[in-house]
């Protein structure tokens, strides 16, 4: 099962892949240039628009529009024909440090946005980060759902919503957890290790759930993608030619392509020449659809 390249991205942090079924194309985001990037699948076209600020995370509205987090606040952006990014501000975020952004981020089953803030300097280790959640029409001050949060990763939910998973991707945390998830308040409870991932390679970073309810997450520094079972045990691992995939996600005409963004470092590359690419795995499972904001899953 060899990884296909979709494109060589040269991407310097590929992350928040979400293929978007009516358009037959993949988005996803380079976090520090600040662009939004399209692949089609039809004519294997690729677009590009450039924020003015980090890019972070996105989510469909469904009408050409996303939602997007980025340095200091959540976005309504719209791509222009010129190659920008026309930036709706929606809420600001008060983040306890400077030098913060938005990070992992994704739509629960019922339309709600998470995502994760982060110090940007990893090598501090700065627990400052914490996971937020985002409703359609919310005025209120964006509140920290948990905290203490070094680099809050992994986010995705189970087929049914009822359970979410998060990860912390610093090197010296690297464990995913599990939560019990009320679907009709959108809160988390019962906080518990659903997978110790210093007993595995890579570091654990942006994930995807599939339609049997295994967790994908991506092994970042290893080159691998790890499928676990509900229970947390590992099913599979499947190889890609980088050493830092960064997020997965299911697209496809039949939802059975996993998508996979990736991170090009400084140095030497020589060994990794397709760093910062973006591909595509055919894992002989289907994934789930990705909800629109504001609108549940299938409806």
């Known amino acids: ?8 991205a040269r991407n310097a942090t590929g992350e928040c892949p979400v293929w978007n079924a009516r358009e037959r194309a993949l988005y996803w985001v380079d976090i520090p240039a600040g662009k939004l990037h399209r692949w089609r699948l039809g004519d294997v076209c690729t677009d590009s628009w450039t924020a003015p600020q ?15 987090g ?3 606040g959540l976005f309504r ?44 300097d990893m090598a501090e280790a ?23 949060m070094i680099v809050p990763n992994g986010l995705g939910f ?38 110790d991932m210093n007993l595995y390679p890579g570091r654990p970073d942006g994930a995807a759930v599939d339609a049997d309810g295994c967790y994908w997450i991506c092994g970042n520094d290893e080159g691998l993608i790890h499928r676990f079972t509900p229970a947390g045990k590992l099913d599979r691992s499947l190889a890609v030619p980088v050493k830092k995939p960064s997020m997965c996600a299911f697209g496809g005409r039949d939802l059975d392509t996993l998508f996979v963004t990736s991170i090009r470092p400084g140095g030497d590359l020589s060994d990794q020449p397709l760093a910062g690419g973006v591909f595509a795995l055919h894992p002989g499972v289907k994934g789930l659809e990705e909800p629109l904001f504001g609108t549940a899953c299938g409806k």
Request: negative net charge; contains cysteine.
């Open 1 to 8: 099962m060899q990884p296909e390249l979709i494109l060589d």
């Open 54 to 68: 980090m890019l972070a995370c996105i989510a469909s509205y469904g009408d050409g529009s996303w939602l997007a």
């Open 70 to 72: 980025m340095e200091d």
């Open 77 to 120: 952006i719209h791509p222009q024909e010129d190659g920008t990014l026309r930036c709706e501000r929606l809420i600001d975020i008060e983040h306890p440090r400077a030098n913060m952004r938005f990070n992992d981020g994704r739509c629960d089953r019922q339309g709600r946005f998470w995502a994760g803030t982060m110090f940007m």
């Open 126 to 148: 700065s627990a400052v980060g914490s996971l937020l959640r985002y409703e359609e029409g919310q005025s209120a001050p964006l509140q920290a759902t948990v905290g203490d």
């Open 158 to 195: 189970s087929p049914d919503g009822k359970v979410m998973y998060l990860s912390d991707s610093h090197p010296s945390v690297q464990k995913i957890w599990a939560f019990d998830y009320d679907i009709d308040s959108g809160t988390p409870h019962d906080r518990r290790l659903f997978v």
